[in-house]
DNA sequence: TTGTCAATTGACAGCGTTGTCATTTTTACT
DNA sequence: AGTAAAAATGACAACGCTGTCAATTGACAA
């Protein structure tokens, strides 16, 4: 395979360039090299354009081990996650990364397990040690007080991903992103109401999550507008996985006959459910309908196609990351206006269907 | 949420711990601290010991920047990556962050699109800026010629993660970590020849990946050893997505009535073709047989399950991560022996059947 | 005990930037 | 033109560590 591209002038001369190279070579001196690099103010246009002109030039790429330890800054911020669903972290960390390269930033990535009794420290020596200037937390890992009270000890700035609606009555308003799972569960339950299920069952995925509580509650809510009464034994308690709506599915149709949807915590819960009907011959979604949340990639591979809750980690992550860099600022609050909360929306596809 | 573990005496005094304190406490020169920590040779017990533990008192983090800014290492390595399958990219990431934590390196991971013209000077930056001590380039990047002659140049030591059986005529001998898909499909296939089929489909990934390249060789050496004309009609070029496998499917068995089996390049293309064959109603594998490759988790959850070759890319990761670790060392050569070669194994599940 | 050589340790410069603060240049007025 | 204030620039130390090389210590043989 061939570069397909403009062949560009590529400095290959293999030394390595300094700030002093290109210093000389404008004829100025090293700070104000640095000044233009780093956008600082008080620099004549004329000046910075020569610089800018040596900097070309000479292909000069600033050092960011030496601008983290002469400097404030680190250039790195890390994502911490304890998730296991692939889609979702590879869309955090796509999602991060985009406005990573915008700001000159690298990202450290740093999956651990939330059962794992080292998190705490595992953190804290990853701030430590690469000097990190922010963090993005994603849940459960966001959720959990003990993780906060040491980043709020290590002063560092960081941004969590939470679900709910509001900043919630702690002090953390300013740095997080919401994602109203809550809503999105009680249209996806009014959609289901509006076929005319009324015995919906619904899985539910680790409750340590509190994603899995929001939606639950979207999901009450929604049956109590309605005025449909709330049979909890209609409740199966799971996890995120496939295996868990597998179980869920089998459980909840072996015991109570009269349920003719099934609300499932996530698209995995959902396509598991959908496995399971398949092997005791339920037609789906002649005779059960099936809801998953969240969107993921296969949710339109399964069949029949999976009814959801889209949501853009992505743009979530994406969001995150503005925020943190924004807050790491020095002052220059609210210089565009920033989503905090996001709402996923029902999308309505083939698993889903009128009571029959 | 609380945390469960043991309250450890986090050092939250809020100042940063120098080489220069642990010295001070310890008694000896900055230069022996840092011996210790380095783990090189030369050092009393007796001295190291009275080092370690005023590490351990001051909780003292050497900084990641310094020391790649005075020494040689930089304490990162890269992942760059072109890939967009969510669950190879998150194995490979895992499998070479187990390694990166065991040898104290962080992982800067790198994606980006390969038909991108800018890959190379985006290659280019993120080594130089980062002064990164190591790359892994997985395919189609590892694949690319362009690529490997920068990587060259830069003088920058690399592993590439390459679909083949053997360090090929090129010089990359030291460097790769090899998957033999050749075998691999050679035995699908033998597989499907096994249960009766003659008139086998494939569903090819996009041609600029070696792996398909080496997945079709495989194959059409299982039929010529079984003395089964190869059909060239029956080879159906696609790519490496479910939208790939359903064309792909579709357009099979709409103008070849006698194929009963089809040979789909990856578990996504199979998942594809089995949504299809659902569409126009062929049972599998009572009508039909469909293949995977590389065993994903969701190969697990169609319905049937899928037949496919299971390939550990996590631990391919891991082999190829020792291998960056183990060339950078200096000279201390094949500390243990290494894996540099993966023959992904066939796996037997439900989408395969004898032949009516 | 003393000398010799290897093992251990330390002093110090320097890695490539940025922060601080002093100096020079420009601008805006009288 | 002359002056004060503001803007632009530069000199230099410092960031926290490791490489180099010199100094010290210990081990062992004579």
Known sequence: MRYAGTISKRNNNNMKVTINDVARLAGVSMKTVSRVMNNEPSVRKKTSDKVMAAVKELNYKPNLAARSLAGTKSFAIGLVYSNPNAYYVIDMQNGILSRCKEEGYELLIHPCSSTDENVLD??????????????????????????????????INYVRILSGREPTEQEGKSNAIFVNDHDA????????????????????????????????AGYKAALSEHNISLDESLIFPGKYSFESGVEGAKAIMAKNSKVTAIFACNDEIAAGALFASRLMDIKIPEQLSITGFEDSPFSKQTWPKLTTAHQSNQDIATQAAKLLFANSRPTKIKEEKMAVCFTPELVVRDSTGHIA
């Open 185 to 216: 569960a009680y249209q996806i339950t009014e959609h289901l109401i509006s076929l005319g299920h009324k015995h919906i069952a619904f899985i539910t995925g680790e409750e340590e999550h509190k994603s899995t509580l929001e939606r639950l």
């Open 122 to 155: 595992e953190i804290q020596t990853m701030i430590e040690r690469s000097r990190l200037s922010g963090l993005v937390l994603t849940p459960p890992l966001s959720e959990r007080e003990d993780v906060i009270e040491l980043l709020d000890s290590l002063n």
